[in-house]
C-alpha cells in the first residue's frame, strides 16, 4: 500500500524543504515504503487530514493518521519490522531523541538564522506574508536583522559540531556502520540548509560535509534528487 506523505514546499512543488519532512522521507525510504507525496504549503497545513496537526509532515498509512516525524517514525518501525530497522532497539530510540534535541538546539537556529531571507523567497505571494509576520513576532525584529548575524556566527556554528564531527572520525554514520533514524534527524536540517540557501555552512573538506555527502547518496540518491539552491 502507498503512504501519503504531506511535505512542505513553496511555490514550487517540486522543491520540498522542510528538516521534519525530510527526516520522514528518508525514514519511509529505509523502509522500502512506496509513498504519494503531497506538496503543501504554511497556509495549507491547517487543513491536512482534517487539522490533525499545526505542522508537517503527516502520514496516511490506509486508515492510520500519523503527524510528526519521531512519531512516524516510531510507526513505521512498529507497522513494517520485516524492513530495516530505523533505531536498532530501544537504546537507538533513546540516542535518537537525544540527537533530535541536540540538532534543535545547535543545528536548526543557526539555519534559520543563515537561510531566513531564502526561505521568505521561495513562498508564493500570501504564503510569504504569513512566513515574514510569523517569524518576526517569533523573533521580535524583522527577518533582514536576524539575517545579518549569520556571518558573524558561522564559524561558532561550525565549532558547535565538533562533537558530531569527532564521532565520525571512527565512523561512517552516526548510526554507526549505516545509518539509522538518528543520522537521518541531523541531515534534515543540514537538507534543509542546502535546498534554501546557497551560503555555506560547512567547509568541503569538514567530515560532517563528507557525512552528509553520504547521506544525499543513500536510497538510491534520494536527497539530490532535489538541486541545491
Same mark, same amino acid.
Given at each position: 500500500m502507498t503512504?501519503?506523505l504531506?511535505?512542505?514546499?513553496?511555490r514550487?512543488?517540486a522543491?520540498?524543504?522542510?528538516?521534519?519532512?525530510w527526516?520522514?522521507?528518508m525514514?519511509l525510504?529505509h523502509?522500502?515504503l512506496d509513498?504519494?507525496?503531497v506538496?503543501?504549503r504554511?497556509?495549507e497545513?491547517p487543513?491536512?487530514?482534517g487539522?490533525?496537526?499545526?505542522?508537517v509532515?503527516v502520514i496516511? &498509512?490506509?486508515?492510520?493518521v500519523?503527524?510528526?516525524?519521531f512519531?512516524i517514525?516510531l510507526y513505521l518501525?512498529e507497522?513494517?519490522?520485516?524492513?530495516p530497522?530505523l533505531?536498532?532497539?530501544?537504546?537507538?530510540?533513546a540516542?535518537?531523541?537525544?540527537i533530535e534535541?541536540?540538532?534543535q538546539?545547535?543545528?536548526?537556529?543557526?539555519?534559520?538564522t543563515a537561510?531566513?531571507? &531564502?526561505l521568505l523567497a521561495?513562498?508564493?505571494?500570501?504564503?510569504?506574508a504569513?512566513f515574514?509576520?510569523s517569524?518576526?513576532?517569533?523573533?521580535g525584529?524583522r527577518?533582514?536583522?536576524?539575517?545579518a548575524?549569520r556571518d558573524?556566527?558561522?564559524?561558532g556554528?561550525r565549532?558547535s559540531?565538533?562533537?558530531?564531527?569527532s564521532m565520525?572520525?571512527?565512523q561512517?554514520?552516526?548510526?554507526g556502520?549505516?545509518a539509522l533514524?538518528? &543520522?537521518?534527524?541531523v541531515?534534515?536540517a543540514?537538507?534543509?540548509a542546502?535546498?534554501?540557501?546557497?551560503?555555506q555552512?560547512l567547509?568541503?573538506?569538514?567530515?560532517?560535509?563528507?557525512?552528509f555527502e553520504?547521506?544525499? &547518496?543513500?536510497h538510491g540518491?534520494?536527497?539530490?534528487?532535489v538541486a541545491?539552491a
Amino acid at each position: 500500500m502507498t503512504i501519503v506523505l504531506y511535505e512542505l514546499v513553496g511555490r514550487d512543488a517540486a522543491r520540498p524543504f522542510s528538516p521534519h519532512c525530510w527526516k520522514t522521507a528518508m525514514a519511509l525510504a529505509h523502509k522500502g515504503l512506496d509513498i504519494s507525496s503531497v506538496p503543501t504549503r504554511f497556509l495549507e497545513v491547517p487543513a491536512v487530514e482534517g487539522g490533525v496537526s499545526k505542522t508537517v509532515p503527516v502520514i496516511r &498509512d490506509g486508515e492510520t493518521v500519523v503527524a510528526d516525524s519521531f512519531a512516524i517514525a516510531l510507526y513505521l518501525d512498529e507497522a513494517y519490522p520485516e524492513g530495516p530497522t530505523l533505531f536498532s532497539g530501544e537504546g537507538g530510540k533513546a540516542m535518537a531523541r537525544f540527537i533530535e534535541r541536540w540538532s534543535q538546539l545547535t543545528i536548526h537556529p543557526y539555519v534559520t538564522t543563515a537561510a531566513l531571507m &531564502d526561505l521568505l523567497a521561495m513562498q508564493d505571494e500570501a504564503n510569504a506574508a504569513y512566513f515574514r509576520t510569523s517569524r518576526e513576532q517569533r523573533f521580535g525584529k524583522r527577518l533582514e536583522e536576524v539575517m545579518a548575524a549569520r556571518d558573524a556566527g558561522l564559524a561558532g556554528f561550525r565549532a558547535s559540531l565538533e562533537p558530531l564531527r569527532s564521532m565520525l572520525a571512527w565512523q561512517p554514520f552516526i548510526g554507526g556502520q549505516s545509518a539509522l533514524f538518528a &543520522d537521518y534527524i541531523v541531515f534534515g536540517a543540514l537538507q534543509w540548509a542546502r535546498i534554501a540557501s546557497p551560503y555555506q555552512l560547512l567547509d568541503d573538506n569538514d567530515v560532517v560535509a563528507q557525512w552528509f555527502e553520504r547521506c544525499l &547518496d543513500l536510497h538510491g540518491g534520494l536527497g539530490r534528487m532535489v538541486a541545491a539552491a
